[in-house]
C-alpha cells in the first residue's frame, strides 16, 4: 500500500487553522516535494524495515535494509533543516510546516522518522541552554550529519526520575566523567550519522536528593580529537512496534561529557527537551492514523462482500457500501483531521502559556486516537487485518507505543490538571472557554448553525468538568485526569472541526469538491465523536469514589 502525503489538508490548515502560517507557494512546494521523497524513497521501506529490524553485534548498531542510503539522501537533500534558525543552517520555516512535514515522514516510515525527531529534542535543549561552545554543535545536528539522543530512563527509574542513578565526575579541567546504565534510548547507537550526541541526565556527588539534584550533559560518541568514547550500546530491545527503529541500552564508563548550563538545573532543562518531543509525538499519532485510513480506505473499496441491505445490488458490492464499514471510516477520518487540525493550532500559537497548556492534548489525545484508529483499520479489514502480511496490523502496533513513550497518558493528564489547571485556578482554560464561545457566535446565523449547540454542549462539560476539579481534593482532581485530558483534547478538537467548516464555507469556491468534504468530516466529527465529552464529564464529576473505593 503506497503513502500520499494529505497536502490539501496542510496547506488548508496553514491557511486557516494556524496564526503564523508558511507564505502558500512556500508550503505548497515544500510540502509537495517532500511528500513525493517520502512517498519514493522512506515510504518503500517501512514494512520491510518491521520485518528486518535492527541488529546490535559487538557494540555497534546495524539499521535495517535501506535505512543509511535513505538517511544520506533525506540529508543531502537538505530535509532536516527545514524549520530550524538560519543561523545554524537552518531553513527558517515555521511550525506550522514543521508539523506537516513531521507527519509525512513519520507516516511514510515511524521507525525512520524517530531518529530525526529524537534529533530535534536535543536541538531544542542545547540551543536555550547551552554556551557558545556547545551551540557550536547545532549546525551538524541541523545538517543531519550529527544526531541526537535523550538519555532519562534507568532501569529503576522510568517516570520517576528521582530514582535515578548515573553519576557525574567533576574533572581538573571542567568537564565530567558519566558512569551509568540507560535504557529505552531510541537510536542510541546506528550507523546513519558521523557522530551522535547523547543528551545525559546524571547526579554530580553532592548533588540534592530527588529530582533537584537532576544534571544535564552532553556526551559524544566521537570526541573531538576523533577518539571514541567511553559509551556503547549493550543491546537492542525487541519490541511489539517500531522495530525497525533501534531501542538500545546504553552503558557509560567514565565516558566524557560536558554540563549544559549549571548543575542541578538538568530538570527544568529536561522538560524543554520533553516539550518538543511531545508534540512530535503526538504528530506521530496523526501520521500513524493517516497511514491506516488510507490503507482501510483502499482496501474497502476494493474487497467485494455481501449485498446492500437496502437490495439495490443482486452481487457482491464493495464493503465501503456497508453501513458499519463507513462507519469506521468516517471515525478514522475525522478523528485524522481533527486532531490533525489541533496539531496545526497548537503550533501556530505565539502565546507561549497557552503553547504549553496545549502540548499534553497534542500528546496525549492524538496518541490515544491514533490507537483507536488504527485498530478502526484492522477491524476494516476483518480476517486480513489480522494477517501481518497486509500491514494493518504494523500501523496498530508502531500506534500502541505513542501513548508511552515522552510521559504516558497518565503523566500528559497530571500535567495538565496539575501544573495547567490548579495551578492558576483555571485561568487558561477559561480564556479557552471563550474563545470557543467567539466560534459558537460565528456558527450561529449561517448553514453551519446546527453545530453550534453540540460545541456549546461540550464546552459546558468542559466547564464543569473544571469547576469539579478545582474543587475537589488532589486525590479526586488526578482520578480524574485521564478523563479530563481527553474531555479538553476532544473539545478543543472540535473545536478546529468547526473552525474548518467555517473556513470551508467561505473558500467553498476555491475547491468545492475539498470544502465539501472538510464541511462532511466536521458535522461527522461533531456529530459522533464530541458528544463523547458528556461520557467524560461524568467520569470526572461522579466517578472519583468508585475508582478510588476499588480494592485490589
Not at 110 to 138: K, N, Q, V, W, Y
Not at 210 to 236: E, W, Y
Not at 238 to 262: F, N, Q, W
Amino acid at each position: 500500500m503506497t503513502y500520499e502525503a494529505p497536502l490539501k489538508d496542510f496547506l488548508f490548515n496553514n491557511a486557516h487553522i494556524a496564526s503564523n502560517g508558511a507564505d502558500p507557494e512556500t508550503a505548497a512546494a515544500v510540502l509537495a516535494e517532500f511528500g513525493r521523497f517520502c512517498a519514493e524513497e522512506i515510504a518503500p521501506l517501512n514494512m520491510a524495515g518491521d520485518r528486518a529490524g535492527s541488529a546490535c553485534e559487538g557494540g555497534q548498531v546495524r539499521t535495517a535494509p535501506g535505512f543509511r542510503e535513505a538517511y544520506g539522501k533525506f540529508v543531502e537533500m537538505g530535509w532536516p533543516s527545514l524549520c530550524h534558525p538560519e543561523v545554524y543552517g537552518g531553513q527558517g520555516l515555521p511550525p506550522v510546516i514543521g508539523a506537516a512535514a513531521g507527519e509525512i515522514l513519520n507516516a511514510a516510515n515511524m521507525s525512520f522518522a524517530l531518529c530525526p525527531l529524537l534529533t530535534d529534542g536535543a536541538m531544542e535543549a542545547l540551543s536555550r541552554f547551552g554556551d557558545e561552545a556547545i551551540r557550536a554543535h547545532l549546525p551538524h545536528l541541523v545538517s543531519g550529519r550529527w544526531t541526537g539522543t535523550m538519555n532519562l530512563t534507568e532501569p529503576q527509574a522510568g517516570s520517576d526520575l528521582s530514582l535515578l542513578r548515573t553519576r557525574a565526575e567533576r574533572q581538573e579541567d571542567g568537564s565530567y566523567r558519566i558512569t551509568g546504565t540507560k535504557i529505552f534510548i531510541t537510536y542510541g547507537e546506528h550507523d546513519l550519522a558521523e557522530n551522535i550526541l547523547h543528551l545525559v541526565l546524571a547526579r554530580t556527588p553532592d548533588a540534592p536528593a530527588g529530582v533537584k539534584g537532576i544534571s544535564l550533559f552532553l556526551v559524544p560518541k566521537v570526541l573531538a580529537d576523533g577518539r571514541r568514547n567511553r559509551v556503547t550500546c549493550q543491546s537492542v530491545e525487541h519490541k511489539l512496534g517500531v522495530r525497525a527503529s533501534p531501542t538500545c541500552v546504553m552503558e557509560y564508563d567514565s565516558a566524557e561529557g560536558i554540563l549544559i548550563g549549571a548543575e542541578n538545573a538538568g530538570l527544568d532543562q529536561m522538560f524543554a527537551m520533553m516539550n518538543a518531543a511531545r508534540f512530535a509525538v503526538g504528530v506521530q499519532g496523526i501520521a500513524i492514523a493517516e497511514r491506516a485510513y488510507q490503507q482501510a480506505l483502499d482496501y474497502a473499496k476494493g474487497r467485494l462482500q455481501g449485498r446492500p441491505v437496502d437490495g439495490s445490488a443482486k452481487g457482491p458490492v464493495a464493503i465501503i457500501n456497508h453501513p458499519d464499514i463507513r462507519r469506521l471510516l468516517g471515525q478514522m477520518r475525522a478523528r485524522t483531521e481533527a486532531c490533525r487540525s489541533l496539531a496545526a493550532f497548537a503550533a501556530g500559537v505565539e502565546d507561549p502559556v497557552l503553547a504549553d497548556y496545549l502540548v499534553p492534548l497534542v500528546k496525549g489525545f492524538c496518541t490515544e486516537m491514533a490507537v483507536l484508529t488504527a485498530s478502526d483499520g484492522v477491524q476494516v479489514h476483518g480476517g486480513m487485518g489480522f494477517i501481518e502480511e497486509t500491514g494493518a496490523a504494523q500501523h496498530y502496533r508502531d500506534a500502541r507505543i505513542l501513548p508511552i513513550y515522552e510521559g504516558t497518558t497518565a503523566i500528559q493528564a497530571n500535567d495538565l490538571v496539575g501544573r495547567k489547571t490548579l495551578r492558576d485556578r483555571g485561568a487558561m482554560a477559561e480564556k479557552l472557554v471563550a474563545m470557543i464561545a467567539a466560534t459558537e457566535a460565528a456558527l450561529h446565523g449561517q448553514a453551519l448553525a446546527d453545530l453550534a449547540p453540540r460545541l456549546a454542549a461540550a464546552r459546558a462539560d468542559f466547564e464543569v468538568a473544571t469547576d469539579t476539579l478545582l474543587k475537589a481534593d488532589p486525590l479526586a482532581a488526578h482520578a480524574g485526569a485521564v478523563p479530563y485530558l481527553m474531555l479538553a483534547g476532544n473539545l478543543v478538537a472540535g473545536w478546529q472541526m468547526a473552525r474548518a467548516a467555517l473556513a470551508a464555507e467561505v473558500a467553498m469556491a476555491d475547491d468545492p469538491a475539498f470544502m465539501t468534504a472538510k464541511i462532511a468530516s466536521a458535522r461527522f466529527y461533531i456529530s459522533h465523536i464530541l458528544p463523547e465529552t458528556a461520557l467524560q464529564r461524568t467520569r470526572i464529576t461522579e466517578g472519583a469514589t468508585s475508582l478510588l473505593d476499588l480494592a485490589f
